[in-house]
Structure formats: C-alpha cells, structure tokens
C-alpha cells in the first residue's frame, strides 16, 4: 500500500468516524422505532384474543338460551331448521346453527338442507360427549362453504346429565378477522390467523398468504408455537416483504380446544423509513465531506511526497535491477525525505563497492570449484582404474586356474575359486554403481518432456534380459507423463522392475504391476510385485547405500540400486516410499511434481 493511499486512508478516517457516530446513533432510532412498534404489535395481537373470549362468551350465551328453546326439543326437524334459520338472520356473524343427536347424526340446520350427515369424527363433538365439557371449539372450513370457521359447540343435557342435542354455531373467522384488522396501528400492518398444526385459517387485508395454506415447520409456525409475546424483533419475509411480528393466543380457560394463533405483523421499511431518510441524508453529506478532503490530500500527497518518493523508487528498481550506477540525486528537499534520498545515495555507493569485491570473490572460488571437481573427476576415473585392473586379474587368473588346473584341483579348490571370482566380479559390479551413484549429485539434468510409459517397458524389457529369467506376467499402465532427465529416469524404472523380478523370482506365478496417477500437485507411479516383501521395522534402512533386507545367498546386489533411486527422484523434486509385509510382495512408490 502506497504512502499517499495510507494518508488518503487517513483522511477517510477522520472523515467516517462521526460518520460512524451518527449512522449507530441512527441505528438506535430505527432499533427503538421497531421495538416500539413491536410493543403495539404485542398490543394489538392480545386485543384480538381478548375479542375471541367476548365472542366465545357471547356464543356461549346465545346456545344456552336457544338451547332451552322448546322449538329445538319438539322432535320437528323442519321447525327446529326454520328456527335456527331466524336466529341466524339476527346474527350474521355465524355461517350456520345446528343441532346434533347424541349419536352423531345431523338433526337440524340453519341452511335447511335436510341433509343426512355423521358428525362423530369432529372433534368438538368428542369433546362435547364428555359428561364435564360446558363447551368445545375447533377451527375448521366449512363443508359446504369453504370458509374458515371457528366450531363452538355446546352440549345440552337433561336434568339428570343424559345429553340430549349438541348445539353448533360456526362463527365466520373472516368476517371477524376482517373487521379486527381495520384497527391495526399501522397502514402495512397484517393480521394472521393459524391453527396449532400451521395451517392458516385468515391473512386480512390481502391474499399474500391465502386460507388453508400449510405453514407448518415454517418461522411463521415455529413463532405461533411461543404463544404469547415474542423475542426480540421476530422478523420473517414473506412474499418479498420483510415484517416484524408479534403473537397472542386465546386463553384456553376462555376458549377452550380453540388452539389459535393471532399473529400481526408490519412491514420493517415503514417502521424504518423515518430514520432511513436521516441516514440517507447523512451520508450524502459525508460523502461531500469526503471527496472534498480527498481532492485536498490528494494534491498535497502529490506534489510534497508521492513525486520525491517515486524519484526514490525509481533508482531503487533500476539498483535493483543491476544498474548499478542508478542514484535519486539532487535537488534534494528540505526535512526527512531530502535525508532519506541523500541517505539511499550513499548506501548505492557502498553496494556497489561491496559487490564489486564479491564478484571478485565469486569468480576466484568459482575457479577453485571447477579446479576441485576436475580433480574428484581424475581421482574417480583412478580409483576406477586402479581397483578394476586387480580385479580383472583376479577374474582372469581364477578362470585360467578353472580351465587349465581343474584337473589337479579337489571339489573344494574348485569352489573355492568360483567363490573368487564370483567375489571379485560382484566387486566389479559394485565399484561401477558407487561412481554412478557419485556422478549423481554433479551431473546436470537435461529435462525435457517424459513418455513415462514408454520408459517402463524399454526397461522391463532390459530387466528381464538381464535377470535370464523367464518373462514375469507384468501389467502396464496407463502412466501420466512427466518432466525430467530421461536417462536417470529410465534408471528408476531399471532399478526398481530388476528388484521387482528378482524378488518375485521364487515365486511359483511371479506377477508385477506398474501404477500411476494423478494425486494433487504430482504424479505417483508405482511398481508391486508378489515376491519375498520385507519387514516394515526396517524401513529406515531401506534407501541406504549397501543397506540390504535380505541375505546375499538368497538374492544378489550391491545395496546401491535403491540408493540411486532415491537420489535421482529427490533431484527432481519428488520423493520415494514403499509398502510390505514378509511373504506377500512389495510395493515402491515414487512421485514427481506436475511441472
């Protein structure tokens, strides 16, 4: 981050900060505006249940006169009907009044329809069988209608307690509803009612929620379940609108069974609005503030500090890009930065010197590095020499003894000198692997793009003409490519395919497999085979040089081949793992990075 844009920054932050102030006092006021409004709610929510006890209490009158009228006792279904059909004239807020025998069975009804209906599945119905039930509610839409109803039902009885009619009046909850909601306090206020199981039975004003719709599960559910009150601004959107709410509830002493919901609820922007404005306001003018310090920062930034530091960076960036002869120079400001830039001049002037001594340093030692390894190079190609020549002596005065004295030498003089030569041989074998394995760390790698696949079987197939053993059964493939030195990744795929033979030679189906794969930011290749294995404890010493797992009797090597192994994928960025148990093969592993 430039130093004019922390100054800038600077400035923003002097500007926020009574911003901030102000947006947070702000926010309080829309904090308080919805808490008070949800106190209203809660006011408005608790009216509305107590209108539900005045009318279950009114209802609750009215069926207990009409249910001492004789013109519902005379056994007349036609003049019980015509009666109920005049007092629900008088009393338009019910959809209906009827009676219901004892045994279920519809007698007589408001509406006149003479129809045969069995009403013992209703609730309110079991609930007014009971000898000590004075009255039972249950919400429902009607059968014929389709409206929402409140079922308020009440169940006259002889003198001795024997029930004689059920008296049903459905009080239209819309209607009711409707009214209530008129009295809201605010203009985008809602009234909802819901029945226990989430089904809404009212949405007034509007149909943004129509009646009979399920929200069970749902926040509007979850928020009726509290009953009465709710928490701390309940907000729950609906159709696009986010509103806070409150709920009551009828009490179930006043209107028992009846298990409602009133839930009201108001749109959060009106309750907001007010102190929306005043934030709005006072951002526009911070924001003219703002661009005002800006434009005055700015220039000041411009003329006394970004042009005297970008003088700096310039011969900073061409210093550093090996001109070394790059000063800021003069004129050189008044204060700090006048210092700072005199300071910077006089550092390039002793770097420069420094480094010149260093690459005077460096090309001496680079010298005496390639004088050094080109005596390591003599040295090896000596020893090389200097041990192969007694050896082949050795191999070769061993087999003319072979050829030429075998007649004159016992069992054990010929034993003795296949073990000579077999020594001396195997001598020879390891003398070339430690210069291989030396040569390593020195030589440069060519890489280049790698036909992975291609490499593993052009060694299997030198592998097995090696080994002289017949061809193992050996799976292939598919390997990803790679990128590498093709010559010493071709002596990975040799080292470890010539183990996996060798190993697996004594077994009666000798089986190899070659794996590869894609894991991550590498390429893993695998070869397994079903041969001797080893035991996982010795691990450790398994990519050492003339470490070995197994006796030299029971399968031949120098020790070295893993070794190399080893080296060459850790040159190319990768590293090498294996996997066995005793008896059951073994696995070797080796990765390589993607690029």
């Given at each position: 981050?430039?130093?004019?844009?922390?100054?800038?920054?600077?400035?923003?932050l002097?500007?926020?900060?009574?911003?901030?102030i102000?947006?947070?006092?702000?926010?309080?006021?829309?904090?308080?505006?919805?808490?008070e409004?949800?106190?209203?709610?809660?006011?408005?929510?608790?009216r509305?249940?107590?209108?539900?006890?005045?009318?279950?209490?009114?209802?609750?009158q009215?069926?207990y006169?009409?249910?001492?009228?004789?013109?519902?006792?005379?056994?007349?279904?036609?003049?019980?009907?015509?009666f109920l059909a005049g007092?629900?004239?008088?009393?338009?807020q019910?959809?209906?009044l009827l009676t219901?025998?004892?045994d279920g069975?519809?007698?007589?009804?408001?509406?006149?329809?003479?129809?045969?209906?069995?009403?013992?599945?209703?609730r309110?119905f079991?609930?007014?069988l009971?000898?000590q039930?004075?009255?039972?509610l249950?919400p429902?839409f009607g059968?014929?209608?389709g409206?929402a109803?409140l079922?308020?039902?009440?169940?006259?009885?002889e003198?001795?307690?024997?029930?004689?009619?059920?008296l049903l009046?459905?009080?239209?909850l819309?209607k009711?509803m409707?009214?209530?909601?008129r009295?809201?306090?605010?203009?985008s206020?809602?009234?909802?009612l819901?029945?226990?199981?989430?089904?809404?039975?009212?949405?007034h004003?509007?149909?943004?929620?129509?009646?009979?719709?399920?929200?069970?599960?749902?926040?509007?559910?979850?928020?009726?379940q509290?009953?009465n009150?709710?928490?701390?601004?309940d907000?729950?959107?609906?159709?696009?609108?986010?509103?806070?709410?409150?709920?009551?509830?009828?009490?179930?002493?006043?209107a028992?069974?009846?298990?409602l919901s009133?839930?009201?609820g108001?749109?959060?922007?009106?309750?907001?609005?007010?102190?929306?404005?005043?934030?709005?306001?006072?951002?526009?003018?911070?924001?003219?503030?703002?661009?005002?310090?800006?434009?005055i920062?700015?220039?000041?930034?411009?003329?006394?500090?970004?042009?005297?530091i970008?003088?700096?960076?310039?011969?900073?960036?061409?210093?550093?890009?090996?001109?070394l002869?790059?000063r800021?120079?003069?004129?050189?400001?008044?204060?700090?930065?006048?210092?700072?830039?005199?300071?910077?001049?006089?550092?390039?002037?002793?770097?420069a010197?420094?480094?010149?001594?260093?690459?005077r340093?460096?090309?001496?030692?680079?010298?005496e590095l390639e004088?050094?390894?080109?005596?390591?190079?003599?040295?090896?190609y000596?020893v090389?020499?200097?041990?192969?020549?007694?050896?082949?002596?050795?191999?070769?005065?061993?087999?003319?003894?072979?050829?030429?004295c075998?007649?004159?030498?016992?069992?054990?003089g010929?034993?003795?000198?296949?073990v000579?030569?077999?020594?001396?041989?195997r001598?020879?074998v390891?003398?070339?692997?430690?210069?291989?394995?030396?040569?390593?760390?020195?030589s440069?790698?060519?890489?280049?793009p790698?036909?992975?696949?291609?490499?593993?079987?052009?060694?299997?197939?030198?592998?097995?003409?090696?080994?002289?053993?017949?061809r193992?059964?050996?799976?292939?493939?598919?390997?990803?490519s790679?990128?590498?030195?093709?010559?010493?990744?071709?002596?990975?795929?040799?080292?470890?395919?010539?183990?996996?033979?060798?190993?697996?030679?004594?077994?009666g189906?000798?089986?190899?497999?070659?794996?590869?794969?894609?894991?991550?930011?590498?390429?893993?290749?695998?070869?397994?085979?079903?041969?001797?294995?080893?035991?996982?404890?010795?691990?450790?010493?398994?990519?050492?040089?003339?470490?070995?797992?197994?006796?030299?009797e029971d399968?031949?090597?120098?020790?070295?081949?893993?070794?190399?192994?080893?080296r060459?994928v850790?040159?190319?960025?990768g590293?090498?793992?294996?996997?066995?148990?005793?008896?059951?093969?073994a696995?070797?592993?080796?990765?390589?990075?993607k690029?």
């Amino acid at each position: 981050m430039s130093l004019r844009t922390r100054i800038l920054l600077l400035v923003l932050l002097v500007t926020l900060v009574p911003a901030l102030i102000r947006a947070y006092l702000l926010y309080g006021d829309r904090e308080r505006a919805i808490d008070e409004a949800q106190e209203k709610l809660q006011v408005a929510a608790e009216r509305v249940a107590e209108d539900f006890h005045d009318v279950v209490r009114s209802t609750a009158q009215l069926e207990y006169g009409l249910a001492r009228a004789r013109d519902l006792d005379t056994g007349d279904r036609t003049g019980c009907s015509a009666f109920l059909a005049g007092v629900l004239d008088e009393h338009p807020q019910y959809t209906g009044l009827l009676t219901i025998r004892p045994d279920g069975r519809l007698f007589c009804d408001s509406l006149r329809s003479g129809r045969e209906l069995l009403l013992t599945d209703r609730r309110y119905f079991q609930q007014a069988l009971a000898p000590q039930t004075s009255l039972a509610l249950e919400p429902a839409f009607g059968r014929l209608t389709g409206k929402a109803v409140l079922q308020i039902a009440y169940p006259a009885r002889e003198e001795g307690g024997a029930l004689k009619f059920v008296l049903l009046a459905s009080l239209e909850l819309d209607k009711f509803m409707r009214s209530r909601a008129r009295g809201l306090p605010y203009e985008s206020a809602v009234l909802m009612l819901m029945d226990r199981n989430g089904t809404v039975l009212t949405w007034h004003p509007g149909d943004e929620v129509r009646p009979g719709t399920s929200l069970a599960d749902s926040p509007f559910h979850r928020l009726a379940q509290k009953r009465n009150g709710a928490g701390k601004h309940d907000e729950i959107e609906s159709g696009g609108v986010a509103r806070v709410w409150a709920v009551a509830a009828p009490d179930p002493r006043e209107a028992p069974g009846a298990d409602l919901s009133v839930l009201v609820g108001v749109s959060k922007g009106e309750l907001t609005a007010a102190a929306d404005g005043r934030l709005k306001q006072t951002l526009i003018i911070v924001a003219i503030v703002a661009l005002l310090a800006f434009v005055i920062a700015w220039a000041l930034a411009e003329a006394g500090i970004r042009r005297p530091i970008r003088r700096m960076t310039d011969a900073l960036t061409a210093f550093g890009a090996g001109n070394l002869g790059a000063r800021v120079g003069g004129p050189y400001p008044r204060g700090e930065l006048g210092a700072l830039m005199r300071a910077l001049d006089a550092m390039a002037d002793r770097l420069a010197q420094l480094n010149s001594e260093l690459e005077r340093r460096v090309s001496e030692r680079t010298a005496e590095l390639e004088a050094a390894n080109k005596e390591l190079e003599s040295f090896s190609y000596s020893v090389s020499h200097d041990l192969r020549s007694p050896l082949r002596a050795i191999d070769g005065y061993t087999h003319v003894l072979e050829e030429d004295c075998a007649d004159k030498l016992d069992d054990e003089g010929r034993r003795l000198l296949g073990v000579v030569r077999e020594r001396a041989q195997r001598m020879g074998v390891l003398i070339d692997e430690l210069l291989d394995f030396s040569r390593l760390g020195r030589s440069p790698l060519a890489a280049a793009p790698l036909d992975m696949e291609a490499l593993a079987r052009s060694a299997l197939d030198e592998a097995v003409t090696a080994a002289g053993a017949a061809r193992p059964r050996c799976e292939i493939g598919p390997l990803p490519s790679a990128t590498g030195d093709a010559s010493l990744m071709r002596q990975v795929w040799l080292n470890l395919l010539s183990n996996a033979i060798k190993f697996s030679g004594r077994n009666g189906e000798p089986a190899i497999r070659v794996t590869g794969a894609i894991n991550g930011a590498e390429h893993v290749y695998g070869v397994k085979d079903n041969g001797a294995g080893f035991d996982m404890r010795y691990y450790d010493k398994l990519f050492g040089v003339f470490q070995r797992l197994h006796r030299t009797e029971d399968y031949p090597g120098t020790g070295v081949g893993l070794a190399i192994v080893k080296r060459v994928v850790e040159r190319h960025g990768g590293r090498v793992w294996a996997e066995s148990r005793p008896g059951e093969g073994a696995a070797f592993y080796f990765s390589l990075p993607k690029s």
